[in-house]
């Protein structure tokens, strides 16, 4: 499929990078690398088995891990599953109460939801104002009985950052299990294990210009930290999660995670240049609202609100742009983002809020492109806006006395 | 989110010839002109749509202005394309679900129509407040 349209969601996920699907298909097919990696009793296994062994070092290796610290799984949203499932369960007998933010991921709410019904007690802390999870609000809620802080390391929609050290140094005094989900954050910041105390990390391929259906679960090993499985069959993965390794999908996260670590900063220079390029094209749009702190967000994703513009309709105009509204999981629904309104913004505000994501292959010229589009589509939308036309009228829309419906 | 190619079309045109198509605001003071403003910005979409009435109450001319989704455009394009040369007893019995038969609208996305068709009530009902 080619289609003229840009990519502007590298948030949502990349595209394979060519040098990872080469590594893929060499372990597909009859001549290739096809073995099960735990058949211990032939070389078709004993390859496999070698080359998976390879991608755990390449992932633990950008992350500064050790290699058996790594357990594969279907993506981040199963490994935020074992994580938070996982150490609940293990961990309930010292007591049953969780701590995580409204800004989360589904799936670290959803597994959340989910204890809640099996008897835990769940926190759901409220961001500041710019999407930020701080200590001091954290611990303000820790209780005797809290055995499990689940924090995102950085917020998919906003792009803000988590100060995980800070955190992490304080539930290892408290000796709190604590569990990042850092899906957002590889190739856009540096982790370094041996120095955070986090316990727990998810992370997905797909991310990173690797496979779908392909994630880790970095599992702590010194201090120790369990977890009740949630998937049984075989043992695999030293018990954490059983079934046969996708081989060909491993190896395509392997070979990801260290294009990252070989070309970061390479990567990271452009994007945050094509950034601020972009910034400085559009915020001279009038009434934008940039979500999120300039100062403490990862440069590849630039959320912004127009304000009298409403964000389907600013898709729908943006027809040859590939962008998102809220996170991609919700788009289906008319809600506002969940992520925005736990920010404080109104509801309007949170109704036009578009995801701008570059990644490894934009270019200028789209940048280009993409800046100039929205800036005649946000000028087209607001001459239909009724809402635009009050504005100019100086009416104040928060004295209005709207019909909800 | 996939629309039906009705509801694109009309939303571009609208887009791209907003004084074509009917876009814009008659003065609300007039005694000929009523007003229906419906929906709220905090659910996603507001409606704005005039109305000019003659004397033998036939709508003559009509204007909207939408804040919403490419359906409530639409949906506003299509309402005053079947509101024009109509009397205001003929302007009353437009459904909300002609509307959206029209642009085959998905259930998602009925809140549209039905947001067009209050719209109209709404306008022929400040136009005869005026002439009480």
Not at chain 1, 333 to 341: M, W
Request: net charge neutral; charged share 30%; with cysteine.
């Amino acid at each position: 499929m080619r289609t003229k349209a840009i990519y502007f969601d590298y948030a949502a996920t990349t595209p394979v990078d060519p040098r990872v699907a080469k590594k893929m298909h060499e372990c597909l097919l009859l001549d290739g690398n096809f073995g099960n990696p735990a058949s211990r009793s032939h070389e078709f296994g004993w390859k496999a088995e070698e080359v998976v062994e390879k991608a755990r070092l390449q992932v633990a290796d950008l992350i500064n891990a050790d290699s058996r610290e790594i357990v594969w799984t279907s993506g981040a949203t199963e490994s935020d599953n074992l994580a938070i499932k996982g150490a609940a369960k293990f961990y309930k007998d010292r007591g049953n109460h969780i701590i995580t933010s409204k800004i989360e991921h589904k799936a670290v709410l959803d597994p959340c939801r989910q204890l809640e019904r099996e008897g835990f007690e769940v926190t759901y802390l409220d961001p500041d104002e710019d999407g930020v999870i701080t200590l001091e609000a954290l611990k303000k809620h820790v209780k005797e009985n809290t055995i499990l802080i689940s924090l995102m390391h950085i917020n998919n929609e906003l792009g803000s950052i988590n100060d995980i050290d800070k955190i992490g140094d304080f539930t290892r005094e408290k000796n709190i299990i604590f569990h990042v989900d850092a899906a957002q954050s590889i190739g856009k910041i540096n982790i370094d294990l041996s120095k955070s105390n986090v316990d727990l990390m998810s992370f997905s391929a797909h991310k990173c210009y690797g496979p779908k259906g392909m994630g880790a679960l970095y599992v702590r090993r010194k201090p120790r930290v369990r977890l009740e499985a949630l998937i049984h069959g075989g043992g695999h993965e030293r018990g954490f999660r059983s079934g046969t390794l996708a081989t060909h999908q491993i190896v395509g996260m392997g070979e990801a995670f260290s294009l990252v670590k070989k070309e970061m900063e390479k990567d990271n220079k452009k994007i945050k240049e094509l950034s601020e390029f972009f910034w400085d094209q559009i915020s001279g749009i009038e009434e934008i609202v940039l979500n999120g702190n300039k100062k403490n967000k990862v440069a590849n994703i630039t959320n912004v609100s127009f304000s009298y513009v409403e964000g389907e309709s600013l898709i729908m105009a943006l027809k040859d742009v590939a962008v998102s509204s809220g996170s991609a999981c919700t788009s289906a629904s008319l809600e506002p983002s969940y992520v925005l309104r736990a920010l404080g913004r109104p509801d309007e505000l949170a109704h036009s809020s578009i995801r701008f994501s570059f990644g490894r292959f934009t270019t200028k010229e789209e940048v280009k492109m993409v800046a100039e589009t929205t800036k005649r589509v946000v000028r087209q939308l607001r001459e239909l806006s009724p809402l635009w036309d009050m504005h100019l009228d100086g009416v104040d829309l928060e004295k209005v006395e709207w019909a909800h419906h | 989110m996939a629309y039906s190619r009705k509801v694109i079309k009309k939303f571009e045109e609208t887009l791209n010839n907003p004084s074509a198509n009917n876009v814009g605001r008659l003065d609300p003071n007039s005694d000929s002109v009523g007003t229906g403003m419906v929906g709220a910005p905090a659910c996603g979409d507001v409606m704005r749509l005039q109305i000019e009435v003659d004397s033998e109450n036939k709508i003559t001319d009509c204007k909207f202005k939408t804040y919403g989704c490419g359906s409530a455009i639409a949906s506003s394009q299509q309402m005053i394309e079947m509101l024009k040369g109509k009397t205001l007893d003929e302007a009353r019995s437009i459904k909300d679900r002609e509307i959206a038969k029209l642009l085959e609208l998905p259930p998602i996305k009925l809140h549209c129509s039905v947001l067009a068709e209050d719209s109209i009530k709404k306008a022929i009902a400040d136009y005869e407040s005026k002439k009480a």
